[in-house]
């Protein structure tokens, strides 16, 4: 094969070219942002889950793997319900553990420094349990939260102090670098800031005496690690709000810390700021790669290595911009969960195979909820400890009939047959895919497109047998008389018995989605659940007049908060919402609603019915009645999104 041996190295040679950051030697241009799922103990140390999810990311290929958010004075300082706590007894031996294993795992360790300024006292996103007592930021405010004090004197200097000995900690623990957060509205963040910072003292005023307090973590950070050992700094390019910083000024914060740092990682927005999360940690409704000319903003002005962040998860486009100079680095979270090998994958050429993120914050969505990470792509994304001793082969090799070619049965056939089964699949229209066609079929659902074309070239791959244009009945079940049968049939469109259902401009949902040619120019959307929510941004976007009809008090209101916050403001511009509405009759002319005891008509040429799906059970029992060994997967079991279709089917095939 010879010492050169890497096809992404011709494709991509830019992105796996080497870089040295202060005394280490990075094997390419790919790190693993920082992100912190829950994955903590309420001592603030790092569970077993947590280390194998770091070390999974090492596995994957990338250069560095960074651990986020560990807390440097928990006093204050602690702005979650669960995070690292770097002054807490105890912290050091997981601390050293996970170092080990990143590095086992072939990467390098980083960990990045932080504390949530008055965010550590105040009800945050991440913590509305087990906060600290008193909220500390650099001026006295009141808050719809509660009081904010101004941080003493005496107590900046005892968190520059805790700086020091967090990064010493670190190094000791075995951490090859470390970062400083000093952006996304935390404590330094805080302090930037000329309208949170009303201080009158040394610092506060200019925008030199409102960086002093960082200046001096940093002179403290390079105290507690000594020299030539990496610091990296996360900054805001521009904090996009009008409490913030702007891009002028933050170019001005990145050369006055030029000289004590070796690694700018640029980023925007604020956490705590809901309308700011979703640019943060760009939604679906932004480009890939939106934040990226704030990095390369700053990289114009330094002369230090800069690293960009922003939803990226295509190496063909962080090659493009590594190529042509916007940044040195590429820093990836989210993808990294939907498919933590990424990088060895595009090192190996098989970039096609790459599980594309969807940017549906169910990473988020879970963290908050039950303090554990899932990814709607990625089954074994939180379960990395469990797998590690998971046998991937089957004892005994089975006939197995997967019926259906949705998300659900796709994922279910290539499972089964990596793992040495005889599989066939049977579809009854004229391609795989199932529901993914029309969930991808919006203008900013192109992330889903690519899903459906991985998960189909990964059934091919695994050597899996497909039948198109062909039903599962009990007959069939009976004839070809598996040694296992998947059912993952699907559900069918809830068509109420609304008088007027029958009217020719009628159309079900998911004909709407995959059609809107069929659409007139006023389009009524009964039902504001996810699938007409997003409907409607869709019609919008081709030019149509939108109305969306809803029962409930909220629109998209079983949508998880992360992303019901990028997709509100979507909807309030897509389409007129009436809430707290029920559908009467469709007419002629319409939809006659009802709302607070008054009838009214809602003018539509067309009228979308997306009032949900529903499991077509008889059908799945008569299949499964055929069999002993079945197993039911996806929305024939019970109605829900593409996670529960991917997970069940991956750990429904492990059991096989």
Not at 113 to 124: P, R, T
Not at 139 to 151: L, N
Not at 165 to 171: N, P, R, S, W
Not at 217 to 245: H, K, M, Q, Y
């Given at each position: 094969m010879g010492a050169k041996c890497c096809k992404g190295k011709e494709k991509y040679p830019h992105l796996f070219s080497p870089i040295r950051i202060g005394n280490i030697r990075l094997k390419n241009r790919i790190i693993a942002a920082p992100t912190s799922p829950s994955m903590i103990t309420t001592e603030g140390h790092f569970t077993p889950?947590?280390?194998?999810?770091?070390?999974?990311?090492?596995?994957?290929?990338?250069?560095?793997?960074?651990?986020?958010e560990s807390i440097v004075h928990s006093a204050t300082g602690k702005s979650h319900n669960k995070q690292l706590q770097l002054d807490s007894f105890g912290v050091k031996q997981g601390m050293a553990q996970t170092a080990r294993a990143i590095h086992n795992a072939g990467a390098y360790a980083n960990i990045q420094l932080s504390h949530g300024g008055k965010y550590g006292g105040l009800v945050s996103v991440g913590g509305d349990q087990d906060g600290c007592e008193v909220a500390y930021g650099p001026s006295h405010e009141m808050t719809p939260a509660g009081e904010v004090q101004e941080m003493p004197k005496e107590l900046i200097l005892e968190i520059v102090e805790s700086y020091k000995t967090g990064a010493k900690l670190c190094k000791d623990c075995g951490f090859?670098?470390?970062?400083?957060?000093?952006?996304?509205?935390?404590?330094?963040?805080?302090?930037?800031?000329?309208?949170m910072n009303q201080r009158t003292d040394e610092f506060g005023g200019s925008l030199e005496n409102r960086a002093r307090f960082l200046m001096m973590a940093l002179d403290a950070v390079r105290e507690g690690v000594g020299p030539r050992f990496p610091i990296e700094i996360r900054i805001s390019?521009?904090?996009?709000?009008?409490?913030?910083?702007?891009?002028?000024?933050?170019?001005?914060?990145?050369?006055?810390?030029?000289?004590?740092?070796?690694?700018?990682?640029?980023?925007?927005?604020?956490?705590?700021?809901?309308?700011?999360?979703?640019?943060?940690?760009?939604?679906?409704?932004?480009?890939?790669?939106?934040?990226?000319?704030?990095?390369?903003?700053?990289?114009?002005?330094?002369?230090?290595?800069?690293?960009?962040?922003?939803?990226?998860?295509?190496?063909?486009?962080?090659?493009?911009?590594?190529?042509?100079?916007?940044?040195?680095?590429?820093?990836?979270?989210?993808?990294?969960?939907?498919?933590?090998?990424?990088?060895?994958?595009?090192?190996?050429?098989?970039?096609?195979?790459?599980?594309?993120?969807?940017?549906?914050?169910?990473?988020?969505?879970?963290?908050?909820?039950?303090?554990?990470?899932?990814?709607?792509?990625?089954?074994?994304?939180?379960?990395?400890?469990?797998?590690?001793?998971?046998?991937?082969?089957?004892?005994?090799?089975?006939?197995?009939?997967?019926?259906?070619?949705?998300?659900?049965?796709?994922?279910?056939?290539?499972?089964?047959?990596l793992r040495g089964h005889d599989v066939t699949l049977v579809e009854k229209s004229g391609e795989l895919g199932g529901n993914l066609h029309p969930a991808g079929a919006a203008y900013f659902k192109e992330d889903i497109r690519k899903l459906c074309k991985v998960l189909i070239s990964r059934v091919e791959k695994a050597g899996v047998k497909v039948v198109l244009n062909t039903e599962v009945t009990p007959e069939y079940v009976e004839t070809f008389d598996p040694d296992a049968l998947f059912v993952a049939i699907g559900s069918n469109e809830?068509?109420?018995?609304?008088?007027?259902?029958?009217?020719?401009?009628?159309?079900?949902?998911?004909?709407?989605?995959?059609?809107?040619?069929?659409?007139?120019?006023?389009?009524?959307?009964?039902?504001?659940?996810?699938?007409?929510?997003?409907?409607?941004?869709?019609?919008?976007?081709?030019?149509?007049e939108c109305s969306i009809i809803e029962m409930k008090s909220k629109i998209a209101g079983e949508v998880n908060s992360f992303y019901r916050g990028g997709l509100m403001p979507e909807i309030e511009k897509a389409a007129t919402c009436y809430a707290d509405t029920k559908v009467k009759e469709i007419v002629p002319e319409g939809v006659l609603c009802e709302k607070d005891g008054k009838e009214f008509v809602i003018e539509a040429d067309s009228v979308v019915c997306a009032l949900g799906f529903r499991a077509p059970y008889d059908k799945v029992d008569a299949l499964c009645d055929k069999v002993d060994e079945y197993y039911i997967i996806g929305d024939?079991?019970?109605?829900?999104?593409?996670?529960?279709?991917?997970?069940?089917?991956?750990?429904?095939?492990?059991?096989l």
């Amino acid at each position: 094969m010879g010492a050169k041996c890497c096809k992404g190295k011709e494709k991509y040679p830019h992105l796996f070219s080497p870089i040295r950051i202060g005394n280490i030697r990075l094997k390419n241009r790919i790190i693993a942002a920082p992100t912190s799922p829950s994955m903590i103990t309420t001592e603030g140390h790092f569970t077993p889950e947590m280390t194998a999810y770091l070390e999974e990311k090492a596995k994957g290929g990338v250069a560095v793997v960074t651990y986020g958010e560990s807390i440097v004075h928990s006093a204050t300082g602690k702005s979650h319900n669960k995070q690292l706590q770097l002054d807490s007894f105890g912290v050091k031996q997981g601390m050293a553990q996970t170092a080990r294993a990143i590095h086992n795992a072939g990467a390098y360790a980083n960990i990045q420094l932080s504390h949530g300024g008055k965010y550590g006292g105040l009800v945050s996103v991440g913590g509305d349990q087990d906060g600290c007592e008193v909220a500390y930021g650099p001026s006295h405010e009141m808050t719809p939260a509660g009081e904010v004090q101004e941080m003493p004197k005496e107590l900046i200097l005892e968190i520059v102090e805790s700086y020091k000995t967090g990064a010493k900690l670190c190094k000791d623990c075995g951490f090859d670098m470390v970062q400083v957060h000093a952006a996304h509205g935390w404590l330094f963040s805080q302090f930037l800031s000329p309208v949170m910072n009303q201080r009158t003292d040394e610092f506060g005023g200019s925008l030199e005496n409102r960086a002093r307090f960082l200046m001096m973590a940093l002179d403290a950070v390079r105290e507690g690690v000594g020299p030539r050992f990496p610091i990296e700094i996360r900054i805001s390019g521009d904090d996009l709000t009008d409490v913030g910083l702007g891009l002028e000024d933050c170019v001005k914060v990145a050369k006055m810390v030029e000289d004590k740092v070796d690694l700018f990682n640029v980023s925007c927005g604020n956490h705590e700021d809901p309308a700011m999360f979703c640019r943060t940690h760009p939604s679906a409704f932004f480009k890939r790669g939106v934040n990226v000319y704030l990095a390369a903003e700053i990289k114009k002005n330094v002369s230090k290595p800069v690293a960009c962040v922003g939803s990226l998860n295509d190496p063909a486009q962080m090659e493009e911009i590594i190529a042509t100079g916007q940044a040195d680095i590429v820093e990836i979270g989210r993808a990294l969960l939907a498919d933590p090998y990424l990088a060895k994958k595009a090192l190996e050429g098989n970039a096609e195979d790459i599980t594309p993120c969807l940017r549906c914050y169910e990473c988020f969505g879970e963290t908050s909820k039950s303090e554990t990470v899932k990814c709607t792509v990625n089954p074994t994304m939180g379960q990395q400890y469990p797998e590690k001793t998971r046998k991937q082969t089957a004892d005994t090799k089975k006939r197995v009939l997967i019926a259906g070619g949705g998300p659900a049965g796709m994922e279910a056939a290539i499972t089964a047959a990596l793992r040495g089964h005889d599989v066939t699949l049977v579809e009854k229209s004229g391609e795989l895919g199932g529901n993914l066609h029309p969930a991808g079929a919006a203008y900013f659902k192109e992330d889903i497109r690519k899903l459906c074309k991985v998960l189909i070239s990964r059934v091919e791959k695994a050597g899996v047998k497909v039948v198109l244009n062909t039903e599962v009945t009990p007959e069939y079940v009976e004839t070809f008389d598996p040694d296992a049968l998947f059912v993952a049939i699907g559900s069918n469109e809830l068509r109420p018995p609304i008088k007027g259902m029958d009217l020719p401009h009628v159309i079900m949902a998911i004909d709407a989605e995959l059609h809107p040619e069929k659409l007139g120019k006023k389009v009524a959307i009964m039902g504001g659940g996810l699938v007409g929510g997003e409907a409607a941004v869709s019609f919008h976007h081709e030019g149509k007049e939108c109305s969306i009809i809803e029962m409930k008090s909220k629109i998209a209101g079983e949508v998880n908060s992360f992303y019901r916050g990028g997709l509100m403001p979507e909807i309030e511009k897509a389409a007129t919402c009436y809430a707290d509405t029920k559908v009467k009759e469709i007419v002629p002319e319409g939809v006659l609603c009802e709302k607070d005891g008054k009838e009214f008509v809602i003018e539509a040429d067309s009228v979308v019915c997306a009032l949900g799906f529903r499991a077509p059970y008889d059908k799945v029992d008569a299949l499964c009645d055929k069999v002993d060994e079945y197993y039911i997967i996806g929305d024939c079991k019970n109605v829900g999104q593409i996670y529960h279709a991917t997970n069940q089917a991956y750990y429904a095939a492990m059991r096989l």
